[in-house]
Structures are given as C-alpha cells and as structure tokens.
C-alpha cells in the first residue's frame, strides 16, 4: 500500500471511530502526544485513550494535509486541524492545531510511530 492511501485510511479511521481499524494502522511502540502535552505511548495506552475518545460523540475533526514527506521506509504528514468538541459541562469549544504524524513502513504495512499535536 501506498503511503497516500495508509495515511487515509488512518485518518477514515479516526473520523468514523473505528478503533479496530484504527489500531491497524498503529506501531506497538508508538507515541502520541496531546495538545496540552499529556503524553500516550505503547499500543496498549494507545488503545486505552482512543477508545475513550471514539466513545465520545461530541466531537468531530477536520484536517487538511499540508505536507507529506516520504523518504524509503519513513514518511510524515503535516495537517491542519478543526477541531469542535463539548467540554464536561456540555459547552461547545474548538481548538486549532497543527498534527504531526510519523509513519514507518513494516511488513510493507504504513505504521504510525509518532503523533504530534501543537496548538496555533
């Protein structure tokens, strides 16, 4: 598979909430890092915060790719982001960042290994 095609796939999978499809596109050893800095890593956290966050309907998230750079077995994607969402007393806010992703290739498959989010 392409990179172009992995990376939406990933992307497809994180909009529709599929977490199991989502997880198909994520390294054992991956991190990933929120916008106020909280830090996620190995598949099994990975996992854990995702299906909190899939379990939420309030949220939605558009992204436009910006860059994507792809060198043999490495590739990243640049996207700015939209994000609205409901905070815990139901009041509506959105946030603004840039999201870094870093995949590498194994087993031919586009794994991610690295997931940046910096607010603007």
Known sequence: M??????DHHLTAVRSRDLEAYMATVHDEATVILPNGRT??????VRAFHQGW?????????????????????A????DVHYRDLD????????????????????GNWLLVH???TLR
């Open 54 to 74: 899939f379990e939420d309907p309030d949220w939605t998230m558009e992204t436009e790719t910006t860059r994507t750079v792809v060198h043999r077995d490495t």
């Open 76 to 79: 990243v994607a640049v996207l």
């Open 88 to 107: 815990g007393d139901g009041k509506p806010y959105e946030m603004r960042y840039l999201l870094s992703l870093v995949f590498a290739r194994t087993d």
């Open 115 to 117: 997931d940046q989010n």
């Open 40 to 45: 996620v890593t190995g598949a099994e956290a």
């Open 2 to 7: 392409d990179f172009t095609t992995a990376l």
